[in-house]
């Protein structure tokens, strides 16, 4: 009886997780460690600023190669706290991280996670629309912002 149960009880389990799974964003950025072809011709650019004492600073841009490829490129000037390991960047719609996984995200894109200071190359699967104004540097582990900057 004990095996019989617990057999039912395992192919509920799965039947539950496949018919409840997340969904995945309608759209994703797609990132790569490549490097510019040639020099990154500039769309918009901003100035981090600190949140939460951080030691956030420095310039960050979003352009495109010579191959016309998309980058989001942190400036040589660039700093931030990584003493967690969880530092990731979003493209906002504002200066404050606002996620809605129910509705697919609309105000927030995950480019990817932050691995060093100084200057960084994040290859974007397509330049970020225009509604998206901000870049935010979010910790994950303890839910705060380490900064952000205005795309102009």
Known sequence: MYLKNLTLSV???????VFVSCEDDAETITIDSSVPTGNLTVQRQGTFVDQNNKSTAGM????????????????????TDLATGTVT??????????????????DAKLVGAVG?????????????????????LWCESVGIPFGNAELQ
Not at 68 to 79: H, I, M, N, P, V
Not at 89 to 106: D, H, K
């Open 60 to 79: 960050v841009q979003v352009g495109t190669d010579e191959d016309g490829e998309a980058f989001l490129r942190f400036g040589s000037d660039f700093t």
């Open 11 to 17: 192919l509920m389990l799965s039947a539950t997780l």
């Open 89 to 106: 960047i979003y493209f906002s719609t504002s200066q404050e991280l606002q996620r809605n996984a129910g509705a697919g995200n609309p």
């Open 116 to 136: 060093m200071t100084g200057e960084d190359f994040f290859k974007l699967s397509s330049a970020p629309e225009s509604r998206f104004t901000h870049v935010i």
